[in-house]
């Protein structure tokens, strides 16, 4: 006689669920409810999957307590269940991005008190002549969304908020109040008509590309067809790479569509993260904002989804579960029956390929938005110049600072150089757990493995022959900053990396002070290139691109051509036009001589091409199986076990290999390459084989895991 059960994802890194009895006179709980439920020694939240018969053993053990009934819709259950078979992964992983931190915990999280005010009727309408104080919020509050922090920063305390709040004149929310909406600019012809192709597909699943050149008005577009929604009382999600991006595009949203923006992302703590989620799953949220994880929040009245820089790496989780947000998005699209926007300046070649395919829809906008122009591009040959910043150069950035514009330079290495080096005999400081060079930097000095973060000082002599002379080789942004501080000393270089730009307001700061629009110079990594509005900016300049030119990784030139593309879209945005340069010692090259010829989509489009006769992603699908151990045998020894149980038909298995870096933090890595023309297959094939990868004796001395569709080799 079978019994009754459920099967529960628990927060932990196993590959299965866990079966469960029902509580002691307690039916079954539907699919998507949280419960509480002892596990080994401890207890822990779990999510219920889907209810089973199993033949009875005495090991099974009833759930505790169920914590909410039916929590997680049918829609997400499914997304759920998809996840743990194509990114074959412990399906704990995905619990710990479907439920927010607060949710996961045994004991009950503590909510904050709402932390937005808004004015009542009685507050309008009070006569506060006696109470200046009072009057004073009173006042700003009409203006302005206002939190309780917002306040304390204006010196207004809570002393008054609760004599305001106790007398009825104030109310304390958890979202802030509306404002009324602004007119945005208006539209061009092409703007319009990509408006006009999303909305007519607003009631059905369909995925837009969005294609538009930097400056060409693709959030207008988002946020035309977002107000359209709303006033129908449908959701939209949007979806931004990075956190550094949201503030930017949370004030222009709220000031444009009159409505708060709900923001979701790690940076975010465990109260405001749980405030947010259930604001999404009771639809008092009508627009969210947020990083990749955002794609797992429950939407109750969904109509619209927005990837913004779809082409970008930062949608692909790199651990735990190693999804891809914007494919995700497409698929609770599909699921959910409503349209999705992919918007970017740089389309990734997956994208590309599907609308080769017909999956999606391709929207261009050529031009820029409000007249601007594109800049001018110039290759500037660095062969016979000293280091990275050449007379051409400076001659160029001396020319724009005195026509009042401002610089943007490029350079992704952060550090003072690359390489340290011994002069007398060739000796290189190298990190004694990678495979890679220490980055010498000089504030505070020392030598940094930017693999590992592992940190040494800097040798005062060679340690191999004891000759002082250690000199740097090539530049970082550090030494750079140096160079140009030395030759513009009449104008501000400010360096933009993860090293300067610690804290998140850094950043912020630096960029308001950059856009009062006097003449600077900025030096910086990608950082620098993500999608930051800097209308003062004439000119944009790549400082190497040669690296990229002859990478191991075939994305290289897919990326190489997105941060140029990107880069270049920061110069003339106003009513100035822009230039753009790019220096190489290779300035014949095709792939170079292709980028600077065609624009960006017909360079992708030899990229695609290219990648099609390759086999490469995305016209076959690719797996890796990667492995990693302290002795370079043992992972090899479990990818050969791991490449004998997965061979199969139509498909192919290459490897072991050694990754791009072939050591990283003490570990030899090593990976299996899985390719089939059909993902269907692939997918299929590990999720048949991958109970039996676990089993394997081999595998209890390596670290692995599969990485579907990777985007690092
Ligand atoms: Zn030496
Ligand atoms: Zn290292």
Excluded at 367 to 391: C, F, H, I, K, Y
Excluded at 519 to 539: D, R
Excluded at 632 to 643: E, K, N, P
Aim: charged share 25%; hydrophobic share 45%; proline share 7%.
């Amino acid at each position: 006689m079978r019994v009754a059960v459920v099967q529960v994802a628990v927060p932990v890194p196993l590959p299965r669920l866990f079966d469960y009895l029902p509580a002691a006179d307690e039916s079954l709980p539907p699919p998507g409810s949280r419960v509480l439920v002892p596990f080994g020694s401890r207890r822990l939240v779990g999510l219920v999957i889907r209810q089973s018969r199993v033949e009875p053993n005495e090991r099974l053990k009833p759930i505790e307590r169920v914590l909410d009934a039916g929590l997680i819709d049918a829609v997400m259950l499914d997304l759920f269940a998809w996840c743990q078979r194509y990114y074959a992964c412990p399906p704990g992983e995905i619990v710990n991005l479907l439920l927010p931190g607060a949710l996961r915990r045994v004991k009950a999280f503590r909510e904050a008190p709402a932390e937005y005010l808004a004015l009542t009727a009685a507050g309008r309408a009070a006569d506060l002549g006696r109470a200046p104080r009072q009057a004073q919020l009173r006042d700003l509050l009409e203006q302005d969304i206002c939190s309780r922090k917002a306040l304390a920063e204006r010196g207004i305390g809570a002393e008054i908020v609760r004599r305001m709040v106790d007398g009825g004149l104030v109310v304390l929310t958890e979202l802030p109040p509306a404002l009324p909406a602004a007119a945005g600019p208006p539209l061009n012809p092409a703007q319009r008509s990509a408006v006009a192709a999303i909305l007519r597909q607003r009631h059905r699943y369909a995925t837009l590309l969005l294609a538009g050149v930097t400056g060409s008005g693709k959030t207008e577009v988002y946020l035309t067809v977002a107000q359209r929604l709303l006033r129908r009382g449908r959701q939209v999600l949007i979806l931004v790479p990075e956190i550094g991006l949201t503030p930017q595009l949370v004030r222009r949203i709220e000031r444009r569509l009159g409505c708060p923006a709900t923001v979701y992302h790690s940076g975010l703590s465990e109260g405001e993260r749980l405030a947010a989620w259930k604001a999404a799953a009771d639809g008092r949220a009508q627009v969210l904002v947020g990083t990749r994880s955002a794609v797992f929040l429950p939407l109750s009245n969904p109509g619209l989804i927005v990837v913004d820089e779809e082409h970008d790496g930062s949608f692909k989780q790199q651990d735990g579960a190693r999804y891809h947000g914007r494919d995700l998005a497409v698929l609770r699209a599909a699921r959910l029956a409503i349209p999705i926007v992919l918007g970017s300046a740089t389309p990734s070649l997956e994208s590309l390929n599907n609308v080769e395919l017909g999956r999606y829809q391709l929207l261009e906008l050529k031009e820029r938005a409000g007249g601007a122009s594109l800049p001018r591009w110039r290759v500037l040959d660095q062969r016979g110049q000293a280091g990275m910043l050449g007379e051409p150069l400076l001659g160029a950035v001396a020319r724009h600072l005195d026509e009042g514009g401002q610089v943007l330079l490029y350079r992704n290495r952060r550090g003072y150089a690359p390489v340290l080096i011994c002069n007398a005999c060739g000796w290189q400081a190298d990190c004694q757990r990678c495979d890679a060079h220490m980055t010498w930097h000089q504030l505070p000095p020392r030598l940094q493995c930017h693999h590992c973060g592992a940190q040494r000082p800097m040798p005062p002599r060679c340690p191999d022959c004891g000759s002082p002379g250690l000199v740097p080789l090539g530049a970082g942004t550090e030494r750079l900053e140096d160079l140009l501080k030395q030759r513009f000393p009449q104008v501000p270089v400010y360096r933009v990396d993860r090293d300067a730009m610690s804290g998140r307001d850094d950043f912020e700061s630096l960029l308001a002070e950059v856009r009062d629009g006097r003449p600077c110079i900025l030096v910086g990594t990608q950082m620098l290139a993500k999608g930051h509005h800097l209308p003062g900016v004439t000119l944009a300049a790549v400082l190497d691109v040669d690296q990229a030119l002859f990478s191991a990784d075939f994305r290289a030139p897919e990326r190489l051509g997105q941060a140029v593309h990107q880069v270049a879209g920061r110069a003339g945005r106003a009513e100035r036009a822009g230039e753009f340069l790019l220096q190489t010692h290779h300035p014949e090259n095709p792939l170079l001589a292709a980028l600077i010829a065609d624009g960006y989509l017909a360079y992708a489009g030899q990229l695609l091409a290219e990648r099609q006769a390759a086999g490469l992603p995305p016209a076959r699908a690719l797996a890796l199986v990667r492995a990693e151990a302290h002795q370079q045998g043992s992972a090899r020894d479990f990818l050969r076990a791991a490449a004998r149980l997965l061979a199969g038909r139509n498909l192919s298995v290459t490897g072991p290999i050694p990754a791009v870096m072939s050591r990283r933090s003490g570990y030899w890595r090593f990976q299996l390459w899985l390719q089939a023309s059909e993902r269907a297959r692939l997918v299929q094939r590990i999720a048949d084989q991958l109970a039996k990868l676990h089993e394997l004796p081999e595998a209890r001395r390596v670290r692995w895991h599969v990485d579907m569709d990777p985007i690092e080799i």
